[in-house]
């Protein structure tokens, strides 16, 4: 059975928990992370030498890296949410390597701010609320359907799902976006999508 190790209100645990469901996969999960400090043990250390979450462990072969956990389930299960050629797995990829090179350094100020419960009206706080604002309207002038990379759910959708969520989630005022907000509400009604996020 596979084994994945992550605390549950990580973004990037749920993304692989929301996979794991759609695929109907049978897996278990262990806490690890932030509030168990159980990432800097050697034993979890010797899976993932990062100490940070999430590693899946799926027999003898150990992953960690959320995204590199998505192509590796994916691809196990013969491409389901991927696509079969290289020019439909580049459309994919490109947005996963988004998430993580204009997204997550958009989005993580605002989230800290908002955890840290920092004045909204401050220069810092509008300064990384407008930033978050324009990279997420890159992603909304580039959607021409229901989903991120095509006509059907893709692991493009699982990767960015979770922390989308959380900025549709912060009380702050983003642009209109009427495209991600119809996503988002498309990604709402799944019930992998809600278990991983609830």
Known sequence: MLKLLG????????????????????YEREDYGRQFGNTETPDYLRLNPNAKVPTLVDGDVVIWESNTIL??????AGGRFYAD???????????????????????LPVFR???????????????????????????ERSMAG?????????IADICLGPGMD????????????????RWHEA????????????
């Open 166 to 181: 959380r900025c549709f989630n912060f009380p702050v005022e983003l642009p209109a976006l009427p495209r991600l907000r």
């Open 146 to 154: 229901t989903w991120i990379a095509g006509e059907g759910l893709t």
């Open 113 to 139: 701010l908002v955890r840290e419960k920092k004045d909204p009206k401050s220069p810092d706080f509008v300064a990384a609320v407008a930033a978050l604002g324009k990279a997420l309207e890159i992603l």
């Open 85 to 107: 050629d290289a020019a439909g797995r580049c459309v994919i990829e490109r947005w996963m390597d988004w998430q993580l090179s204009t997204h997550d350094p958009a989005y």
């Open 71 to 76: 192509r590796y389930l994916a691809n196990k």
């Open 187 to 198: 990604l709402k009604n799944r019930a992998g999508f809600r278990k991983a996020t609830g």
């Open 7 to 26: 605390r549950k209100t990580s973004g990037n645990v749920q993304k692989v928990v929301w996979l794991l469901e759609e695929l109907g996969a049978q």
